[in-house]
């Protein structure tokens, strides 16, 4: 069945009432109507029986003929019409999954504006994310919030993080311009350095602490990381865009893509190329790990000396940030 001008679609009765077949089986009827009109006045034996034959037949004649073309008129629907309409919604629906995959490839599935404080819907999600991941990749400035989330969670994983060198001030450069632009106008170049190196120290030793939280971990330190911060789970990236100079907000625009996407396979693989850098100086943690193993870890890939006053000053720091991270991020820790 076709539709009309309103949307509302037609039955066959009324699409042959509109054609030209219509109009020619409503000329019979009128035709016969008026013959017996004729005949009805007419005198016997004055052709009055032609003409009343002549009434009949052509009402006979205008019966089947409507009757026929409604049955052709039907069989045609179903004949043309209806595989017709089938093809294009299949069309329609491979269309749809064809957009979807696209969808699925280029775009995120969540998008994540820059807020001033920790925002509680994006920790939430993640948080999903990790306890349903099986390895955790974390590549940023200081690891200090991939610590957290291990701590605040209860299960098990395999980590692999990517941190920057504390020893090495190009390397946080990066971080210092985009900490400058949502400081105060007075805060130096040289607080704001101070800030991230202590950063960078408090992180390595969040992620010794939380090492029970991981069958294994693997930690490189790096020296130029790049800026932008990457979280990858089994199913979903997070791109967190520390290189958008349009945001005006300490935590910038966070985008996940989910797995199988282009950018998923993109980060994965850069992640790996990152790792396997001969530049990058590894640090192996796990469960059974001493505090003098790490500490030696420690001065290893960082070249600075780590006192037992200095670890302890360091752990305090991180349970404070751990602290303040679960309220403002609503995590329950």
């Known amino acids: 069945m076709s539709a009309d001008g309103t949307g509302r679609r037609k039955n066959p009765i009324q699409e042959i009432f509109w054609t030209r077949t219509g109009l020619l089986l409503l000329i019979l009827l009128v035709t016969s109507g008026l013959a017996m009109i004729v005949s009805s006045a007419m005198a016997a034996g004055t052709g009055k ?31 043309m019409l209806t595989p017709l309409i089938e093809e294009s ?33 994006f920790n939430r999600l993640m ?3 990790l306890q349903s991941t099986r390895q955790y990749l974390f590549r940023g400035f200081s690891g200090r919030h991939a610590a957290a989330r291990l701590l605040l969670s209860r299960a098990e994983w395999e980590i692999r993080a990517v941190v920057s060198d504390p020893q090495n001030l190009s390397g946080i450069s990066g971080r210092a311009r985009y900490l400058i ?9 040289d607080t704001i350095n101070a800030r991230l190196h202590d950063e960078i120290r408090i992180g390595l030793v969040g992620l ?7 069958t294994r971990m693997e930690v490189s330190v790096i020296s130029d990381p790049p800026i932008d911060r990457v979280e990858i789970f089994d199913g979903s990236v997070w791109v967190t865009l520390y290189s958008d100079a349009r945001s005006t907000n300490e935590f910038p ?3 996940r893509f989910s797995e199988g996407s282009f950018i998923y396979n993109m980060e994965r693989t850069e992640f790996g190329r990152i790792c ?30 780590l006192t037992e006053e200095t670890f302890l000053e360091l ?11 679960s309220v403002t991020a609503e995590l329950g820790g």
Do not use: W
């Open 49 to 79: 029986n032609l003409v009343t034959a002549l009434a009949t037949g052509t009402l006979v004649s205008a019966i089947v003929g409507f009757g026929q073309t409604l049955i052709t008129a039907t069989a045609s629907q179903r004949a």
């Open 89 to 121: 919604r299949q069309a329609l629906r491979d269309l749809s999954a064809e957009y979807r995959s696209m969808n699925r490839e280029f775009f995120p599935t969540h998008v994540f504006e820059p807020t001033a404080e920790p925002d509680p819907a």
């Open 127 to 129: 948080m999903q994310d």
């Open 181 to 189: 632009r949502h400081s105060a106008a007075d805060v130096d170049q």
């Open 208 to 214: 010794y602490l939380a090492r029970s939280r991981c």
């Open 253 to 255: 625009r966070t985008l």
């Open 276 to 305: 396997a850098s001969p530049f990058a100086h590894q640090m192996v943690i796990g469960p059974s790990t001493t505090r003098d193993e790490f500490i030696a870890q420690f001065e290893q890939v960082t070249g600075s000396k």
């Open 315 to 325: 752990t305090a720091e991180f349970h404070r940030f751990l602290r303040e991270f």
